[in-house]
C-alpha cells in the first residue's frame, strides 16, 4: 500500500482551518488538522514543501516510522510549527489505519474506557453579574463543568478572554482579532486581579453550589511566587483546576506553586513535546496535562505522553479552544475514550452549522458529555466543495503590555 499524493487547504467559516488529506492507491484517504492559531500559513507551508514530497510512495500503515522519519529526520526537531504539521500526517494515518480495519480509532488504542467524555464550556462576562449569567446558560445546557473568566473592575483593558461590554460573551472568540496580523494591545494589572479574583470564585462557588466543576485559566499572567499566593487564596473554592497560574518554560517555577497550596494546577496547551513537561509529570507537579493532538504531534506522540503522565496520578485535560478543527477534536475524542486517565476535555461550539456541513461527523455532544463516533478511522470527513467557500483571514492573539509600557505574556 502507497500514500498517492496529499493535499493542504487552509480555511474554514470564522476560523483558518489547517486540513490535511493524504491519499492512498487503495482510494482510502485519511485527514488530519494543523490548524497553528494566528500561524496556520506556517504548517501548512511545511506539510506542502517539506513534507508532502516526501510521504509519496511510503506505506502509510507504517505510522510510527513516518513519525521517527518527520520528526529524527528534520533534525532540527520540535516547536509548534513542525509539531502541527507532524501532528496532522499522523492523524490521518490513524483515519487511514481505522478505515483499514473497519474500526474506530479508540478501538486501535484498547477501546472504551468509559461511556461519555466530561467537556467544559468557555463561561465569560465583562463583570461577575454577566459571567453569573454566562455561567448559568451552560448549566442550563447540563454541563457539568465550566471555566470562568471575567472582567476585573478598574483594570485598564478587559482581561484575558472577556468581552469589552455586559451581555456579548456568549459565543464570542475573544482570542482572535481577524482585523489583520498587528496585535491589539491589552492592558493588565496583576495586584488588582490578585485582590479580585479570589473573591468572585468564591461567589461564584457560594452561587452554583458545591456540585459544579469551576475551572479558572490564569492564561500565563502570574510570576511564580504570585501564582503560589493565588493557587493558596482560592484553596477554599475548590477549583476543578487552575489553569497556566505561571509561564512553564520554567518547570522548576511550579515547586513553588505546589509547595504552597493543593489547588489542582493545569498546563501544557503550549507545549510540543514530552520534553517539555516530562519533569512537571515525573515530579508530580501538575494534576492535569493540557497538550492538543495539533501542537504535540498527533495520536502517536500524545498517547506517549499520557502514557507517562498515567504513571505519576497526572490527568489529561486536552486543550479545545475553537482554533482546533473538527478533526483534531475527533482524534482527542478517541484518546478521551480510552485514556485510563482521562481528565476532561475543554470543547467549545463555535460556528457550529457551517463546521457541520465542512466537517461531518457522528460525535455528539449532549448535558455536557461528548460521545465518540463508532465509524471508522477518526469518524469526521472533510467537503471540499464547502472548502472553496472559504479563504486564509489574517488575525492575531492579542498583545499584553502592564501599564508602564512593559511587555507581558498573553
Ligand atoms: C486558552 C486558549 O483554551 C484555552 O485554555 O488558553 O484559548 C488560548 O488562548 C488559545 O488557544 C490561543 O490560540
Ligand atoms: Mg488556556
Given at each position: 500500500m502507497k500514500i498517492t499524493g496529499a493535499k493542504v487547504f487552509v480555511g474554514g467559516p470564522g476560523k483558518n482551518y489547517v486540513t490535511l488529506k493524504i491519499l492512498t492507491d487503495q482510494g482510502v484517504y485519511g485527514l488530519g488538522d494543523a490548524t497553528?492559531?494566528?500561524?496556520?500559513t506556517l504548517p501548512a507551508a511545511y506539510l506542502r514543501d517539506y513534507i508532502i514530497p516526501n510521504l509519496?510512495?511510503?506505506?502509510?500503515?507504517?505510522s510510527e516510522d513516518i513519525w521517527q522519519f518527520l520528526y529524527r529526520g528534520a533534525y532540527f526537531r520540535r516547536g509548534p510549527v513542525a509539531m502541527a504539521a507532524f501532528g496532522a500526517v499522523d492523524m490521518a494515518l490513524w483515519d487511514i489505519k481505522g478505515k483499514l480495519a473497519g474500526l474506530p480509532v479508540y478501538q486501535l488504542l484498547g477501546?472504551?474506557?468509559?461511556e461519555g467524555a466530561m467537556v467544559y464550556a468557555h463561561a465569560t462576562g465583562s463583570d461577575l453579574a454577566d459571567l453569573m449569567d454566562s455561567i448559568a446558560h451552560y448549566v442550563a445546557q447540563g454541563y457539568k463543568a465550566v471555566r470562568v473568566q471575567c472582567g476585573i473592575p478598574g483594570m485598564p483593558s478587559a482581561s484575558?478572554?472577556?468581552?469589552?461590554?455586559?451581555?456579548?460573551?456568549?459565543?464570542?472568540?475573544?482570542?482572535?482579532?481577524?482585523?489583520?496580523?498587528r496585535p491589539k494591545i491589552e492592558t493588565w494589572d496583576t495586584g488588582r486581579y490578585m485582590r479580585y479574583m479570589p473573591g468572585a470564585l468564591m461567589e461564584i462557588r457560594d452561587h452554583f453550589g458545591p456540585d459544579l466543576h469551576i475551572l479558572h485559566d490564569v492564561?500565563?499572567?502570574?510570576?511564580p511566587r504570585e501564582a503560589a499566593e493565588f493557587a493558596k487564596a482560592v484553596e477554599?473554592?475548590?477549583?476543578y483546576w487552575l489553569e497556566?497560574?505561571?509561564?512553564?518554560?520554567?518547570?522548576?517555577?511550579l515547586r513553588l506553586i505546589r509547595q504552597h497550596s493543593t489547588t489542582p494546577i493545569a498546563i501544557g496547551e503550549?507545549?510540543?513535546?514530552?520534553w517539555e513537561c516530562n519533569k512537571l509529570i515525573e515530579n508530580e507537579l501538575i494534576d492535569f496535562i493540557r497538550v492538543a493532538v495539533t501542537y504535540a504531534g498527533g495520536i502517536t506522540h500524545a498517547r506517549r505522553i499520557v502514557d507517562l503522565a498515567a504513571l505519576h496520578h497526572v490527568r489529561t485535560g486536552f486543550h479545545g479552544a475553537p482554533s482546533h478543527s473538527p478533526i483534531s477534536m475527533a482524534a482527542q475524542a478517541h484518546l478521551n475514550a480510552w485514556a485510563p486517565n482521562f481528565g476532561i476535555q475543554e470543547y467549545l461550539v463555535l460556528g457550529t452549522p457551517q463546521c457541520d456541513a465542512l466537517f461531518p461527523s457522528e460525535h455528539r455532544l449532549a448535558s455536557g458529555m461528548m460521545h465518540v463516533s463508532?465509524?471508522?478511522?477518526?469518524?469526521v470527513d472533510f467537503v471540499e466543495r464547502e472548502a472553496a467557500r472559504y479563504d486564509y483571514t489574517p488575525g492575531s492573539h492579542p498583545v499584553v503590555r502592564l501599564e508602564d509600557g512593559t511587555l507581558w505574556n498573553y
Amino acid at each position: 500500500m502507497k500514500i498517492t499524493g496529499a493535499k493542504v487547504f487552509v480555511g474554514g467559516p470564522g476560523k483558518n482551518y489547517v486540513t490535511l488529506k493524504i491519499l492512498t492507491d487503495q482510494g482510502v484517504y485519511g485527514l488530519g488538522d494543523a490548524t497553528l492559531n494566528n500561524r496556520e500559513t506556517l504548517p501548512a507551508a511545511y506539510l506542502r514543501d517539506y513534507i508532502i514530497p516526501n510521504l509519496i510512495g511510503m506505506d502509510p500503515r507504517n505510522s510510527e516510522d513516518i513519525w521517527q522519519f518527520l520528526y529524527r529526520g528534520a533534525y532540527f526537531r520540535r516547536g509548534p510549527v513542525a509539531m502541527a504539521a507532524f501532528g496532522a500526517v499522523d492523524m490521518a494515518l490513524w483515519d487511514i489505519k481505522g478505515k483499514l480495519a473497519g474500526l474506530p480509532v479508540y478501538q486501535l488504542l484498547g477501546g472504551k474506557s468509559r461511556e461519555g467524555a466530561m467537556v467544559y464550556a468557555h463561561a465569560t462576562g465583562s463583570d461577575l453579574a454577566d459571567l453569573m449569567d454566562s455561567i448559568a446558560h451552560y448549566v442550563a445546557q447540563g454541563y457539568k463543568a465550566v471555566r470562568v473568566q471575567c472582567g476585573i473592575p478598574g483594570m485598564p483593558s478587559a482581561s484575558y478572554a472577556v468581552p469589552e461590554r455586559k451581555g456579548e460573551g456568549e459565543g464570542k472568540n475573544y482570542i482572535t482579532d481577524y482585523a489583520g496580523i498587528r496585535p491589539k494591545i491589552e492592558t493588565w494589572d496583576t495586584g488588582r486581579y490578585m485582590r479580585y479574583m479570589p473573591g468572585a470564585l468564591m461567589e461564584i462557588r457560594d452561587h452554583f453550589g458545591p456540585d459544579l466543576h469551576i475551572l479558572h485559566d490564569v492564561h500565563h499572567r502570574l510570576l511564580p511566587r504570585e501564582a503560589a499566593e493565588f493557587a493558596k487564596a482560592v484553596e477554599p473554592v475548590g477549583l476543578y483546576w487552575l489553569e497556566d497560574p505561571t509561564p512553564a518554560e520554567d518547570q522548576e517555577a511550579l515547586r513553588l506553586i505546589r509547595q504552597h497550596s493543593t489547588t489542582p494546577i493545569a498546563i501544557g496547551e503550549v507545549f510540543n513535546s514530552i520534553w517539555e513537561c516530562n519533569k512537571l509529570i515525573e515530579n508530580e507537579l501538575i494534576d492535569f496535562i493540557r497538550v492538543a493532538v495539533t501542537y504535540a504531534g498527533g495520536i502517536t506522540h500524545a498517547r506517549r505522553i499520557v502514557d507517562l503522565a498515567a504513571l505519576h496520578h497526572v490527568r489529561t485535560g486536552f486543550h479545545g479552544a475553537p482554533s482546533h478543527s473538527p478533526i483534531s477534536m475527533a482524534a482527542q475524542a478517541h484518546l478521551n475514550a480510552w485514556a485510563p486517565n482521562f481528565g476532561i476535555q475543554e470543547y467549545l461550539v463555535l460556528g457550529t452549522p457551517q463546521c457541520d456541513a465542512l466537517f461531518p461527523s457522528e460525535h455528539r455532544l449532549a448535558s455536557g458529555m461528548m460521545h465518540v463516533s463508532d465509524a471508522p478511522g477518526l469518524g469526521v470527513d472533510f467537503v471540499e466543495r464547502e472548502a472553496a467557500r472559504y479563504d486564509y483571514t489574517p488575525g492575531s492573539h492579542p498583545v499584553v503590555r502592564l501599564e508602564d509600557g512593559t511587555l507581558w505574556n498573553y
